[in-house]
Each structure stands twice: as C-alpha cells, then as structure tokens.
C-alpha cells in the first residue's frame, strides 16, 4: 500500500518510498515555457518545496525520477543545467550576520558541487554574482537559480522589527544579483 507524503520535499524519496504523488510536472513544462523569471506564492505545506526539488531534479536532468509522470515524455533530457538552489529552510538566523554566514556557506557547497572557484568570498553578494558568472561561463549554458524558503529568515525574527529590517536589507541585496546576472 501507498504512503502519503506528509513533510517529504523530494521527489526522489516520494519515488524511493512508493508514497502517492500527484503530478504536478506539466507545471514544469508550463512554467519553462512561459517565461523565465518566477515567484510561486502558495500556503504552508502546500508543496512549495517539493515543488522547487521537482523543478531542479528536471534541470539536473534526472530523468529515472519522472518515469510514468507527464515530464518523461515532455522534456529534452539531453539537456542538463547547473542549478544554484538556495534553501532557508534549515534552522532558525539570529540576525543579519549569521544570514550572511549562511548564505556564504550555501554558495560554498554550489562551488563544490558545480566544480567552480570564486575569488570573492568575503562578500555574500559579490560571491554570488561571481559564482553565477563563472558558472556561465563554464558550462556555456543557462545556470537555474531556485530559491526556497525565501522569506523563512524574516519570519524567524519577525517579533523583532530592529532584525527584520536588517535580515531584509541583506535579502534585497542577496536577490538584486538575480536581476543583473540576466
């Protein structure tokens, strides 16, 4: 019998575990068709994240994932992107430095795991910016940027309005490389 997925936010354990899934992948193809820049606004645990792990195991090109699902017949699987997914879901930021520390350690696994060496390491948005350059170039294709947990920083001070202006400064500057690293 079926499992139901109750807080699993990846594909592969839906798929390891045999749990229920619905398929959400033609929104995949819808959503990369339509444009190229996205904000998916839904509840809590409404499936935001496994989602966003839907969307970059496509990317990845993992293609063993969506047999049976409406992607495996309606992607170009020869096709692999370099995903940079950021997720803020994991632990509770004190303040606008521990973000900052949290955001140089992310980008530190993506250079790992991209095979990438930046040089600007002491500043979080000047990290990025390189990393998505170097990435580009590397790769010689369009890098996927997928955020989770966006605004999971603000909410975890939100009684305090000092460290939410703060912790929202740092945000706006992290995702302005996103609108200049087109």
């Known amino acids: 019998m079926k499992k139901l997925p109750i807080g699993i936010t990846s594909l592969q354990s839906i798929k390891k575990d045999n749990c229920y ?14 444009g190229k820049y996205f904000f998916l606004s839904r509840p809590r645990r409404f499936g935001k994240s496994l989602f966003v792990d839907t969307l970059k195991q496509a990317f990845l ?8 699902l409406y992607l495996e017949e309606n992607w170009d699987w020869s096709v692999k992107y370099p995903v ?3 997720d ?6 004190a303040n606008a ?4 520390r949290r955001i140089v350690i992310m980008l530190e696994r993506h250079e790992e795991i991209l095979g ?7 500043n979080y ?5 390189e990393l998505i350059y170097r990435t580009y170039k590397q790769y010689n294709i369009p890098i996927v940027v997928l955020v989770d947990e966006y605004d999971k ?16 400064e740092v945000l706006k500057d992290f995702y302005s490389v996103l609108k200049t690293a087109e």
């Open 153 to 168: 920083p603000i909410l975890d001070r939100i009684e305090d309005q000092e460290k939410v202006l703060e912790i929202r």
């Open 88 to 93: 803020f879901g994991g632990g509770v930021v």
């Open 125 to 129: 948005r000047d990290f990025f910016e």
């Open 61 to 68: 090109g993992n293609r063993e994932l969506f047999e049976g």
């Open 21 to 34: 899934y619905v398929d959400k992948t033609p929104f995949v193809k819808l959503l990369v068709d339509s």
């Open 116 to 122: 990438i060496s930046c040089k600007y390491k002491d």
């Open 84 to 86: 940079i997914h950021i």
């Open 97 to 100: 430095e521990e973000l900052k």
